[in-house]
């Protein structure tokens, strides 16, 4: 185990903190075909814990030819997600990347984004894990009033980044909690800088936070 000081210095994973409650609906999205039922689950993301199932209903508004395309809004509450214009007073959080397939395996959503909401539309007869549902993609949503959880500090949202604070969580993970200690955890640490290598990490580091794209590792001073 590396030290630094009379520090030692360990190496997490990070879990986001953010939503976990997982929503599936039962229509299909916009522009999509009458053979298959759609669905929307709200989540953290490919760093994201456990999920709660829930039902929820989806209704497509019509408003694009792609359901939840880049720029286009979603109406926000645990009862339903639908597409809505972005000046209605129903419309809570933007589309700001918009990916195929599943978000374990594609692109990361930018670095504030507050959640993620995974498409798939219910085709049991194609599906590849039992569940009924095959995996249309994924929406990245940034909401169009604070709080932003995905902000650096604030505590959530899909991705850790510089600036965010964490706990341990036990076993070799850590979880985002507000810098601020409004959350139900104390930070402990803070995400101070990411590098391409442990090498180039600070003096003060406490902890290498794993964060994944091209500066995967994350420097964290304890506070």
């Known amino acids: 185990m590396a030290m630094r000081g009379r520090a030692a210095v360990r190496a997490l994973c990070a879990l986001s903190a953010g939503c976990a409650v997982l929503l599936t609906g039962c229509q299909s999205p916009a522009g999509d075909g009458a053979d298959g039922s759609g669905g929307v689950s709200r989540?953290?993301?490919?760093?994201?814990?456990?999920?709660?199932?829930?039902?929820a209903a989806v209704?497509?508004?019509?408003?694009?030819?792609?359901?939840?395309?880049?720029?286009?809004c979603?109406?926000?509450?645990?009862?339903?997600f639908t597409e809505v214009p972005c000046a209605s007073?129903?419309?809570?959080?933007?589309?700001?990347?918009?990916?195929?397939?599943?978000?374990?395996?594609?692109?990361?959503?930018p670095a504030t984004t507050d959640f993620v909401l995974h498409i798939s539309e219910?085709?049991?007869?194609?599906?590849?894990?039992?569940?009924?549902?095959?995996p249309r993609g994924y929406a990245c949503m940034r909401r169009l009033q604070p709080p932003h959880p995905g902000d650096p500090g604030g505590g959530g949202g899909p991705r850790t980044i510089v600036g965010d604070c964490v706990y341990d969580a036990g076993g070799g993970k850590v979880r985002e909690t507000a810098c601020d200690g409004s959350g139900k955890?104390?930070?402990q640490f803070e995400v101070v800088e990411a590098v391409t290598a442990r090498a180039d990490c600070p003096a003060s580091t406490g902890l290498y936070v794993r964060l994944g794209g091209e500066r995967p590792v994350g420097c964290a001073r304890p506070l």
């Not at 979603?74 to 339903?80: A, P, Q, R, Y």
């Open 122 to 134: 219910q085709r049991p007869w194609a599906d590849e894990d039992g569940d009924g549902a095959v």
């Open 43 to 55: 989540g953290t993301g490919p760093a994201g814990g456990a999920t709660a199932p829930g039902p």
């Open 74 to 80: 979603s109406s926000f509450g645990t009862v339903s």
């Open 89 to 109: 007073e129903r419309a809570a959080a933007r589309v700001v990347a918009r990916e195929d397939g599943r978000a374990d395996d594609g692109p990361p959503c």
């Open 185 to 187: 955890k104390e930070p």
């Open 59 to 72: 209704r497509p508004s019509g408003y694009g030819a792609v359901f939840l395309a880049v720029g286009e």
